[in-house]
């Protein structure tokens, strides 16, 4: 079993950069798709960005391309998210997906994410001035 640990949220004005930090202990990453998810109330978990493990293949949201860069180092995962509006603030999630999930395309992985079972706590992000 994997634990995740997300870290890096915080209230930050309109604008502004935020970098979040993933890790993982228990069981290696290195065979796996990561993604990160977020939830705001009243709304449904959204994959933001995946990223896969063979050829570090990424998706992201159309709401975050060109601001949100994910990537990932042996068991971390990251996001730097740059020009944060209103609309980003949620908790922020970090997944692992094995099986299917990483023998596919990231995408699928940020397109699904009721069937993902390794998840962190979350973290808040909060974009407010």
């Known amino acids: 079993q994997v634990q995740l640990v997300e870290s890096g949220g915080g209230l930050v004005q309109p604008g502004g950069s935020l970098k979040l930090s993933c890790v993982a202990s228990?069981?290696?990453?290195?065979?796996?798709?990561l993604g990160w998810f977020r939830q705001s109330p009243g709304k449904e978990r959204e994959g933001v960005s995946c990223?896969?493990?063979?050829?570090?293949s990424t998706y992201y949201a159309d709401s975050v391309k060109e601001r949100f860069t994910v990537s990932r180092a042996q068991n971390t995962l990251y996001l730097q998210m740059n020009s944060l509006k209103p609309e980003d603030t949620a908790v922020y999630y970090c997944?692992?997906?094995?099986?299917?999930?990483?023998?596919?395309?990231?995408?699928?992985?940020?397109?699904?994410?009721?069937?993902?079972?390794?998840w962190g706590q979350g973290t808040q992000v909060t974009v407010s001035s």
């Open positions: 228990g069981k290696t990453l290195a065979d796996s798709t």
């Open positions: 997944a692992a997906g094995w099986g299917i999930f990483a023998r596919a395309t990231p995408q699928l992985m940020c397109h699904m994410p009721e069937r993902l079972e390794n």
């Open positions: 990223i896969g493990s063979s050829n570090g």
